[in-house]
């Protein structure tokens, strides 16, 4: 019997992470502005993908790309032949790894160093930065509701960690944003003298929690998020990504 579903509902590393830890043997199909890609799962592991005349490992980081589509999953379908041997959370992180190299390729060109602009200031490319505090927060507020694991999210600026939307508050969040601020201009600093460049995300580890920052707003201001350890950073990062264009359309 197969179920389907949006991937607006259920993204792509969350299926796959379903599928994996459950054991399950399975086939998912998925379609995406006409492109259909196939995912066979056996023994906790994905062991074939096709995307429509490509196979194999290398499809995994157009298929984490897709952020909108409809998929199928029928349990029980054995897999026809075997291009993937990685593990599974190491090609799903391999995959996520290469979609951050292609966006920081792409956003070099346009990005600040963190600080350099403030409330009320030029922004690149014309206009003044003076974020709408109302839709930042109606935004951030879904970004939290759409993964049930994150525990708090906050949306600030640099350098000082001025909190400018937070769930599931601002008040819990003014705190951290400080704390998290100096922590990001550290960063900064650092890969500044190794000269490596910009900081554009960045996860601490921690006993029981993660805690991923991303920058946004061509340096200006970040997104943290506290989600449990188990979680895998993949998910949270695929999750930001979909919201991240209308956080930075709010900040202007």
């Known amino acids: ?19 994996c830890n459950q054991m399950n043997q399975a086939r998912l ?7 259909k890609a196939c995912v066979f799962f056996e023994a906790g ?26 998929f199928e999953l029928e349990r029980g379908i054995p897999t026809p032949r075997r291009t993937v041997t990685t593990g599974w959370s190491e090609l799903v992180l391999g995959g996520m790894q290469r979609l951050d190299e292609r966006s920081v390729a792409d956003a070099e060109s346009t990005v600040c160093e963190i600080g350099n602009i ?23 507020d879904e970004f939290g509701a759409s993964v049930t694991t994150i525990v708090a999210s906050t949306v600030a600026f640099m350098p000082e960690g001025d909190v400018l939307a937070g769930y599931p508050s601002i008040e819990a969040n003014l ?49 943290g998020v506290v989600a449990p350890r188990e979680v895998m950073p993949a998910i949270i990062r695929v999750a930001f990504d979909k919201f991240r264009s209308r956080l930075e359309e709010a900040m202007t």
Not at 55 to 61: A, Q
Not at 119 to 129: K, S, Y
Not at 194 to 208: E, K, L, N, P, R
């Open 45 to 70: 592991n994905i062991v074939h993908m096709t995307l429509d005349s490509q196979e194999g490992e290398e499809v995994i980081s157009e298929l984490l790309s897709w952020s909108d589509g409809t």
């Open 1 to 19: 019997m197969a179920v389907g579903g949006d991937l607006q509902d259920m993204d792509v590393s969350s299926i796959i992470t379903v599928n």
């Open 118 to 140: 403030g409330p009320g200031e030029d922004a690149p490319g014309g206009g003044i930065w003076q974020p709408n505090k109302r839709k930042l927060q109606t935004v951030l």
């Open 29 to 35: 199909q998925i379609w995406h502005w006409g492109s």
């Open 175 to 223: 705190e951290p944003a400080s704390h998290l601020a100096q922590a990001l201009k550290e960063a900064q600093q650092a890969a500044s003298k190794m000269d490596w460049g910009a900081v554009y995300a960045m996860t601490v580890v921690m006993d029981s929690f993660n805690l991923h920052v991303f920058v946004i707003a061509d340096g200006n201001a970040y997104v």
